[in-house]
């Protein structure tokens, strides 16, 4: 039953809102982009602008719906679906645009359909009736003071106050209590919030929570959280299953977590992961499971980001720390512990410089790239000195180091007696692992690390004191931790979908059996070209990825070439030409698609491209970002679109009295900008100041007076479209530096 939207609408709006299952939630989405399509066809939507209004909501970002979801964040949608549901006479996007920093642009405020007061009264009306996102409204206009604007929300908070003689009265003497009415607008708030929650709207337990925490009322802020865990929201899972951890219920604990692991909340694929893989803390009352533990982290490593989630690196250096070490049996996929390397949480750990240093030395599913693997090497070795020891990976930088100094990549010629020496600190570090018992995952086992080291010393003997390689060997060489010794799989990695993740696994050991498999059941699969890359003479050079991307009929595909191109247009010599990121992509059937990819992984060879591909640039150069002031609101005019009709209104709202002082300018100050600051003078005259940046050592300042905004808006709108000043010859220069 529906008590403000319309029944249709109600039942797309509960589907995205009222649970927390991704795929029921993207369908309600799909039901409401239709619905907006059918209204751009000119078909009568009965309203329709609350459809835009709840859409600008899901694309405004995971604080306005839940992250888990994994809706695209659009800012320029958000805000062009706003002012869209507003213009239709939607009033609870009216109360949304309130909330919403940027919102409320000059165009808008113009184009108001009915007052802010009028549009709280009918959410409230509709709050009253029962309609969960209306008593969700309801509650942040208390909870975040937006009452003080509405008069309608005045009243209700001075019902039952002392008469306005009486405050005046008191207000001679004493100060007007504002702990007890900020108390009085917190109550009406969480009154709401309860109505909201009552009525389905799950996302209302993390404001209502907020509440109970603000007023350190840890006993409701508790209730609050078990109500939401159970109603289904990842986060109050996760805070469920924190409180029962410190209360040392760890099996309950565990069965929050890995309800929350279920749905990918980042947090709990790491509460359940640290649970499996280290029991010791839990008193041994969770089985180890490294293989649960392993999954768990890899997940939490990709992730995506949660409001209060910063343990990227750290889940991201114990699936590494698993992999290196063994255990368990565990495979160690080098392909996969150089995917994890890539993850940006952890590029400011020194931790990682021993496991870059490896993969980059024995192109163990990376790039090889001996000038990074020595830097890193390096940086490595700076570290042990510093710090004392890796732990778990000191074996995997001197190995590096030794091998750097046997190609003479260190020292321009091979230096054996230093290979040696690292080799052999290599192997004391290795037998050191597998002697401990202590390991940090509590197993109580020994380790069985791969004793590389033994197996590259058996390539050297000393003579006369220094080391050389044995009769017959050329270089020392190892059987542990094999690669693929074949094309393609030492050059390319296919991208595998991970769980339902829209982020994969890169790995370079699957056979073409593997990949046809995977075809009827993954959305893309992506093969990233990180050796031997092709190129197309003249229309594509250094080939680094092909997609073979599953259409939404499943009878055709789309083929992406992800490459780069030289601006052909630049012909000066002297000048090094601008190289641009491009993608060549080109839809076929499913054979013709698998056919191309075959014979690429079986022969690299890259398919003809014709002119029935479509090419499409990554990097053209962007067109500056500028910003336009109303007093103290700031608007990034690339995320509206209608930019020119918000400046000529904020031009008649400085004209008229409603702003004081207005500006367009760059977002950021670069070499060559040209800026705008208008202010009101008496009469109709406005004060216009040009500030025009040459470089840092030469910024010009001209200032006018007039009251054409006709002619001001036109030398605005060239400045900022063509950085063209308008004729200065009647301006004063006042300023030059």
Same mark, same amino acid.
């Given at each position: 039953?529906?008590?403000?939207?319309?029944?249709?609408?109600?039942?797309?709006?509960?589907?995205?809102?009222?649970?927390?299952?991704?795929?029921?939630a993207?369908?309600?989405?799909?039901?409401?982009?239709?619905?907006?399509?059918?209204?751009?066809?000119?078909?009568?939507?009965?309203?329709?602008?609350?459809?835009?209004?709840?859409?600008?909501?899901?694309?405004?970002?995971?604080?306005?719906?839940?992250?888990?979801?994994?809706?695209?964040?659009?800012?320029?949608?958000?805000?062009?679906?706003?002012?869209?549901?507003?213009?239709?006479?939607?009033?609870?996007?009216?109360?949304?645009?309130?909330?919403?920093?940027?919102?409320?642009?000059p165009?808008?405020?113009?184009?108001?359909?009915?007052?802010?007061?009028?549009?709280?009264?009918?959410?409230?009306?509709?709050?009253?009736?029962?309609?969960?996102?209306?008593?969700?409204?309801?509650?942040?206009?208390?909870?975040?003071?937006?009452?003080?604007?509405?008069?309608?929300?005045?009243?209700?908070?001075?019902?039952?106050?002392?008469?306005?003689?009486?405050?005046?009265?008191?207000?001679?003497?004493?100060?007007?209590?504002?702990?007890?009415?900020?108390?009085?607008?917190?109550?009406?708030?969480?009154?709401?919030?309860?109505?909201?929650?009552?009525?389905?709207?799950?996302?209302?337990?993390?404001?209502?929570?907020?509440?109970?925490?603000?007023?350190?009322?840890?006993?409701?802020?508790?209730?609050v959280?078990?109500?939401?865990?159970?109603?289904?929201?990842?986060?109050?899972?996760?805070?469920?299953?924190?409180?029962?951890?410190?209360?040392?219920?760890?099996?309950?604990?565990?069965?929050?977590?890995?309800?929350?692991?279920?749905?990918?909340?980042?947090?709990?694929?790491?509460?359940?992961?640290?649970?499996?893989?280290?029991?010791?803390?839990?008193?041994?009352?969770i089985?180890?499971?490294?293989?649960?533990?392993?999954?768990?982290y890899?997940?939490?490593?990709?992730?995506?980001?949660?409001?209060?989630?910063?343990?990227?690196?750290?889940?991201?250096?114990?699936?590494?720390?698993?992999?290196?070490?063994?255990?368990?049996?565990?495979?160690?996929?080098?392909?996969?512990?150089?995917h994890?390397?890539?993850?940006?949480?952890?590029?400011?750990?020194?931790?990682?410089?021993?496991?870059?240093?490896?993969?980059?030395t024995?192109?163990?599913?990376?790039?090889?790239?001996?000038?990074?693997?020595?830097?890193?090497?390096?940086?490595?070795?700076?570290?042990?000195?510093?710090?004392?020891s890796?732990?778990y990976?000191?074996?995997?930088?001197?190995?590096?180091?030794?091998?750097?100094?046997?190609?003479?990549?260190?020292?321009?010629?091979?230096?054996?007696?230093?290979?040696?020496?690292?080799y052999?600190?290599?192997?004391?570090?290795?037998?050191?692992?597998?002697?401990?018992?202590?390991?940090?995952?509590?197993?109580?086992?020994?380790?069985?690390?791969?004793?590389?080291?033994?197996?590259?010393?058996?390539?050297?003997?000393?003579v006369?004191?220094?080391?050389?390689?044995?009769?017959?060997?050329?270089?020392?060489?190892?059987?542990?931790?094999?690669?693929?010794?074949?094309?393609?799989?030492?050059?390319?990695?296919?991208?595998?979908?991970?769980?339902?993740?829209?982020?994969?696994?890169?790995?370079?050991?699957?056979?073409?059996?593997?990949?046809?498999?995977?075809?009827?059941?993954?959305?893309?699969?992506?093969?990233?070209? /990180?050796?031997? @890359?092709?190129?197309?003479? #003249?229309?594509?050079?250094?080939? =680094?990825s092909? &997609?073979?991307?599953? $259409? %939404?009929?499943?009878?055709?595909?789309t083929?992406?070439?992800?490459?780069?191109?030289?601006?052909?247009?630049e012909?000066?010599?002297?000048?090094d030409?601008?190289?641009?990121?491009?993608r060549?992509?080109?839809?076929?059937?499913?054979?013709?698609?698998?056919?191309?990819?075959?014979?690429?992984?079986?022969?690299?060879?890259?398919?003809?491209?014709?002119?029935?591909?479509?090419?499409?640039?990554?990097?053209?150069?962007?067109?500056?970002?500028?910003?336009?002031?109303?007093?103290?609101?700031?608007?990034?005019?690339?995320?509206?679109?209608?930019?020119?009709?918000?400046?000529?209104?904020?031009?008649?709202?400085?004209?008229?009295?409603?702003?004081d002082?207005?500006?367009?300018?760059?977002?950021?100050?670069?070499?060559?900008?040209?800026?705008? /600051?208008?202010? @009101?003078?008496?009469?109709? #005259?406005?004060?216009?100041?040009? =500030?025009?940046? &040459?470089?840092?050592? $030469? %910024?010009?300042?001209?200032?006018?007076?007039?009251?054409?905004?006709?002619?001001?808006?036109?030398?605005?709108?060239?400045?900022?479209?063509?950085?063209?000043?308008?004729?200065?010859?009647?301006?004063?220069?006042?300023?030059?530096?």
């Amino acid at each position: 039953m529906s008590f403000y939207f319309t029944d249709q609408i109600q039942q797309s709006f509960n589907k995205i809102f009222h649970q927390c299952n991704k795929d029921v939630a993207w369908a309600g989405k799909a039901e409401l982009d239709a619905l907006v399509k059918a209204d751009e066809e000119g078909q009568e939507i009965p309203g329709i602008g609350d459809v835009y209004a709840i859409l600008a909501r899901v694309y405004s970002g995971p604080q306005f719906t839940w992250i888990e979801a994994g809706f695209p964040e659009d800012d320029t949608k958000a805000y062009s679906y706003l002012h869209t549901a507003i213009r239709k006479g939607s009033a609870i996007a009216i109360l949304q645009a309130m909330r919403t920093s940027g919102a409320l642009t000059p165009t808008i405020e113009k184009e108001l359909p009915m007052t802010k007061d009028e549009a709280f009264q009918r959410v409230y009306e509709g709050a009253q009736k029962g309609c969960s996102y209306c008593a969700y409204a309801i509650a942040n206009v208390f909870q975040w003071e937006d009452y003080r604007l509405l008069p309608s929300a005045q009243k209700i908070v001075n019902e039952g106050e002392p008469s306005g003689v009486v405050h005046f009265l008191k207000s001679l003497f004493v100060q007007v209590d504002q702990r007890r009415l900020a108390a009085k607008i917190t109550s009406i708030a969480q009154q709401w919030l309860h109505k909201s929650a009552a009525s389905g709207l799950v996302i209302t337990y993390r404001n209502l929570r907020v509440t109970y925490v603000e007023q350190n009322n840890r006993a409701m802020e508790e209730q609050v959280i078990f109500e939401g865990a159970e109603a289904g929201l990842p986060l109050m899972m996760y805070l469920a299953g924190h409180i029962c951890k410190s209360r040392a219920e760890h099996e309950r604990a565990l069965e929050y977590f890995e309800r929350g692991a279920a749905m990918n909340n980042g947090m709990c694929l790491r509460e359940s992961a640290e649970y499996y893989a280290k029991p010791c803390e839990s008193n041994k009352r969770i089985p180890q499971d490294i293989q649960k533990a392993l999954k768990y982290y890899e997940r939490a490593a990709i992730s995506p980001d949660h409001l209060d989630f910063n343990d990227h690196a750290y889940a991201t250096m114990q699936a590494i720390i698993l992999r290196t070490l063994n255990i368990d049996g565990q495979s160690q996929d080098w392909s996969r512990i150089a995917h994890l390397l890539q993850q940006p949480a952890i590029y400011t750990l020194d931790a990682i410089w021993p496991y870059l240093a490896y993969v980059f030395t024995f192109k163990k599913g990376n790039t090889p790239a001996i000038e990074t693997a020595v830097e890193c090497v390096n940086k490595a070795s700076k570290c042990y000195d510093r710090y004392g020891s890796y732990d778990y990976a000191d074996h995997l930088w001197q190995l590096a180091e030794g091998y750097c100094y046997e190609i003479g990549a260190i020292t321009k010629r091979p230096d054996l007696d230093q290979a040696v020496t690292f080799y052999e600190h290599a192997r004391e570090s290795i037998n050191r692992l597998n002697t401990r018992t202590d390991n940090c995952f509590g197993t109580g086992e020994p380790l069985v690390i791969p004793d590389e080291a033994s197996e590259r010393l058996e390539a050297f003997e000393l003579v006369d004191g220094h080391y050389q390689y044995k009769k017959g060997v050329t270089q020392s060489s190892t059987t542990c931790n094999p690669m693929p010794p074949t094309w393609p799989q030492n050059s390319v990695d296919v991208l595998e979908i991970f769980e339902e993740s829209t982020t994969g696994w890169r790995t370079n050991k699957y056979d073409w059996n593997f990949i046809q498999r995977e075809w009827d059941t993954q959305k893309y699969l992506s093969f990233i070209i /990180y050796d031997n @890359r092709q190129s197309i003479e #003249n229309v594509i050079y250094d080939v =680094y990825s092909i &997609v073979m991307f599953h $259409n %939404e009929d499943k009878n055709s595909c789309t083929i992406y070439l992800y490459g780069y191109i030289e601006d052909p247009t630049e012909l000066d010599e002297t000048l090094d030409p601008t190289v641009y990121e491009i993608r060549y992509f080109k839809e076929m059937s499913i054979p013709e698609g698998l056919g191309l990819i075959k014979d690429f992984y079986d022969n690299a060879t890259l398919p003809v491209i014709d002119e029935s591909w479509e090419k499409q640039y990554k990097n053209t150069t962007p067109p500056r970002e500028y910003v336009l002031t109303c007093d103290n609101d700031i608007f990034y005019l690339n995320q509206y679109e209608y930019p020119n009709q918000m400046i000529k209104d904020a031009l008649e709202g400085v004209a008229n009295g409603k702003y004081d002082v207005i500006s367009v300018r760059p977002s950021s100050i670069d070499d060559h900008c040209i800026s705008y /600051y208008i202010e @009101r003078k008496k009469g109709k #005259n406005l004060r216009i100041q040009l =500030y025009a940046t &040459v470089d840092e050592d $030469n %910024e010009y300042v001209f200032e006018r007076e007039s009251c054409n905004l006709t002619s001001i808006n036109y030398w605005i709108q060239e400045s900022i479209t063509i950085n063209k000043l308008p004729d200065l010859s009647d301006w004063d220069e006042i300023k030059q530096k």
